[in-house]
């Protein structure tokens, strides 16, 4: 058996300012295989994005281990956690974080900025391609629809190839149309073997993985997998088709 991609054992976080503690993550144990397509539910408040920063090396634990690829990481400084977070991981985040005064090319490219092999305008326009943005290149985010800027997003965090994409709530600020848009590319990702946990509280967002994980008061409580995920496909030929704001 290869080692788990991720391995969380007894992870805990716990919050404080100044006399006030919030306990955000209670002891959660869970293995994530290479390959899964996992999604994590559960109310406001549970502990999903907490979770997710801790997975994706934003944040270290109060208490608990982590594996990620077989390697204990809960222990690093910032700058090891940096290493390992440009290397290994691709995040998404809600709002985009996108450089408004970049093109969605320059965006693309700035995960490369150490690498030398002066190609990286190349690569970020390859993965650009990929998720369906290689005529908006030049366009500043400004110029972008929601999921245009997203999908935009969603290249950035491909461009270095990590083995794990985290994504938290990525289709919460899109339109049905888009959200499914970028189901489209996350599906497509889970089909060429990539690895994804993804954070959202729409369960028909939800049941696009392939396995679903549970967060109440900062404990897991279910684990089950997902018989037969929604296809994003199927759905966005069924959607009715709406003008595009950016044209
Ligand atoms: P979710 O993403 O499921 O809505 P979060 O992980 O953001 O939940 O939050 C879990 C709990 O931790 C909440 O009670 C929240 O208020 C608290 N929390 C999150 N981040 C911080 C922080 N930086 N400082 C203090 N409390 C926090
Ligand atoms: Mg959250």
């Given at each position: 058996m290869p080692e788990p991609i991720v391995q969380v054992i007894e992870l805990s976080k716990t919050y404080r300012n100044g006399d006030i503690e919030v306990k955000a993550l209670q002891k959660v144990t869970l293995t994530v295989e290479a390959g899964e397509f996992i999604a994590v539910?559960?109310?406001?408040?549970?502990?999903?994005?907490?979770?997710?920063?801790?997975?994706?090396?934003?944040?270290?634990?109060?208490?608990?281990?982590?594996?990620?690829?077989?390697?204990?990481?809960?222990?690093?400084?910032?700058n090891q956690l940096a290493e390992i977070r440009s290397r290994q991981i691709g995040f998404v985040f809600q709002t985009f974080n996108l450089l408004p005064r970049a093109t969605a090319l320059q965006n693309v490219a700035l995960p490369l900025i150490y690498?030398?092999?002066?190609?990286?305008?190349?690569?970020?326009?390859?993965?650009?391609?990929?998720?369906?943005?290689?005529?908006?290149?030049?366009?500043?985010?400004?110029?972008?629809?929601?999921?245009?800027?997203?999908?935009?997003?969603?290249?950035?965090?491909?461009?270095?190839?990590p083995s794990l994409i985290l994504a938290d709530e990525p289709t919460g600020n899109l339109d049905t149309k888009a959200g499914e848009e970028v189901m489209v590319i996350l599906q497509d990702l889970h089909r060429r073997g990539k690895t994804i946990i993804l954070v959202t509280h729409e369960e028909t967002i939800a049941e696009h993985a392939s396995r679903m994980v549970r967060f109440r008061d900062g404990r897991i409580v279910s684990d089950q997998p997902i018989i037969s995920p929604l296809s994003a496909i199927e759905i966005l030929v069924k959607l009715p088709v709406e003008a595009d704001p950016a044209g």
């Open positions: 539910m559960g109310p406001s408040g549970s502990g999903k994005s907490t979770f997710l920063n801790l997975i994706g090396c934003l944040d270290r634990p109060s208490s608990g281990s982590y594996r990620l690829n077989g390697e204990e990481v809960s222990q690093l400084n910032d690498r030398r092999d002066g190609r990286q305008l190349d690569r970020a326009l390859e993965i650009l391609t990929m998720v369906g943005l290689s005529d908006k290149a030049n366009f500043k985010p400004n110029q972008l629809s929601g999921g245009q800027q997203q999908r935009t997003a969603i290249a950035r965090a491909l461009v270095n190839e």
